[in-house]
């Protein structure tokens, strides 16, 4: 399908799509570079049904596929058909409030047994996960992208899995965690690890200090972070018809530290000034030091206190901050220094440093004085100190995606390669792929792949090459 899927021209990009699509040969303005060869997948919410009121993080995952191959693109979209989209779809409506809410209209005996698969997609041990936080992951065919099912890795994992775990470039373990492990609205945790052939050799759970929206975690070559920030999940407000999750900054901000050949009951739990945390650019370790670069928000966004009230829109908005935790016995508190003045989210990395020092780093921006709220516009380049090397920005009112870095080969060094970004362009209402050299992107997109629609704005995305 290429024409535009609307014919006004609406103020955002966060409104649904109504259909799947395969557009086999894209235009391209420039010339994409003859070594990117593989397939970009992106994940975000994508609502079947319209649910007034809903909250964005619980609508329906659609995915998005961006094959390119020798110099050609082509496109393919498709909703991942979980148990809840599967009776949403039989059905004809909507049947699901989100966050396990079923409607006052529902027919008695309709139970959810499955959740949206909206927010990361990445590929492990020759598995294409579709991920949210909540539930299994969601096993896809590459290819058609067709659903396949959960995985639960032979029974070996149970409950609700992380939509961010980590791969470790050294040994290709994935390390996983999930919050609400006991139940909904559940203060303890899960932790485990899956080997490079798929093996899960590691799953247990602990109890944090509370139950928190627990989205990223931290992992370093030796160590696990597990951040409990005072974005609570309680039972008693969600079926009171309040917030199910609400922003208590007095229970304060817990950071667990774990030896990632150590046990979970000797986590040590360091203390820092409330805030909250839903990406991780990077950590590692720096002799009795861990560091960790985060995009921290004062207060969230999309979210109220308990008692409805909304968080500071000026509180809420994110920025590159250095999170340090001494272990060498002295204090259990850790440090927050802010490191940018610009606001940005969806931090990423050259994947091959994930838990060790890194040189580069990008994530998506906002234009000065604006905030992710009214649509992130541009790319920053920052370097090892995390000083700011270099910013793209797109015209006013275009918006842009989580930029998704590419190497130029297996032996290319850190950071030579590109970056990818699906980028809206407000005024034709549909969908560039930008692609852009990752060590100058000021200079602007090196080719566009065109769309003839709109790929909303969503969450995360990942790159599979070819081989």
Not at 83 to 92: I, N, R, T, V, Y
Not at 93 to 98: I, Q, Y
Not at 183 to 209: H, N
Request: proline share 7%.
């Amino acid at each position: 399908m290429q024409r535009s899927d609307d014919v006004s021209r609406p103020r955002n990009n966060l409104a649904p799509i109504p259909m799947e699509a395969d557009a086999p040969f894209l235009k391209i303005e420039g010339e994409l570079p003859r070594e990117l060869n593989g397939t970009l997948y992106r994940n975000g919410p994508n609502p079947q049904f319209d649910v007034p009121g809903a909250h964005w993080f619980v609508g329906d995952g659609m995915l998005h596929a961006f094959h390119i191959e020798n110099g050609r693109a082509s496109y393919r979209n498709r909703w991942v058909r979980t148990p809840k989209w599967l009776a949403e779809h039989d059905a004809g409506r909507t049947l699901f409030g989100g966050f396990g809410r079923k409607l006052a209209d529902v027919p008695p005996g309709t139970t959810q047994d499955g959740g949206v698969a909206n927010t990361n997609i990445i590929f492990h041990a020759g598995r294409l996960l579709a991920l949210e936080e909540g539930h299994l992951p969601t096993e896809i065919e590459p290819g058609t992208l067709a659903t396949r099912g959960y995985n639960t890795y032979r029974d070996a994992i149970a409950g609700p899995f992380t939509a961010h775990p980590k791969l470790d470039p050294v040994t290709g373990e994935m390390i996983f965690f999930g919050y609400n492990a006991a139940g909904p609205f559940t203060s303890q945790l899960s932790y485990g690890a899956v080997s490079a052939d798929g093996t899960v050799s590691r799953f247990e759970r602990f109890d944090a200090p509370y139950a928190s929206m627990v989205h990223d975690f931290i992992v370093t070559a030796n160590h696990v972070l597990f951040p409990v920030l005072p974005l609570t999940g309680s039972m008693d407000r969600a079926m009171s018809g309040r917030p199910a999750y609400a922003w208590e900054p007095d229970k304060g901000a817990y950071v667990g530290v774990m030896k990632r050949s150590g046990a979970t009951r000797d986590i040590a739990w360091f203390r820092g000034e409330s805030c909250y945390v839903f990406h991780v650019m990077n950590a590692w370790e720096d002799g009795n030091r861990i560091v960790a670069d985060v995009m921290q928000f004062a207060e969230p966004p999309l979210f109220t206190h308990p008692d409805g009230r909304p968080t500071d829109p000026a509180k809420s908005q994110a920025r590159l901050c250095r999170w340090t935790f001494d272990l060498s016995g002295g204090t259990d508190r850790f440090t927050q220094d802010y490191l940018d003045d610009v606001t940005g989210e969806f931090p990423r990395i050259d994947d091959r440093h994930a838990g060790m020092i890194n040189r580069h780093g990008w994530y998506a921006c906002a234009h000065r004085g604006g905030s992710a709220a009214s649509g992130l516009a541009g790319i920053v380049h920052v370097d090892a100190k995390a000083n700011r090397r270099a910013q793209y920005l797109l015209p006013a009112g275009d918006t842009i995606s989580e930029p998704v870095f590419v190497e130029r080969g297996s032996d290319a060094a850190e950071g030579d390669g590109w970056l990818l970004a699906a980028v809206w362009r407000a005024q034709e209402n549909r969908s560039d792929l930008a692609v852009f050299n990752a060590t100058d992107v000021e200079s602007g997109p090196v080719a566009l792949v065109k769309l003839g629609h709109r790929v909303p704005d969503g969450f995360h995305g990942n790159w599979v090459g070819a081989s």
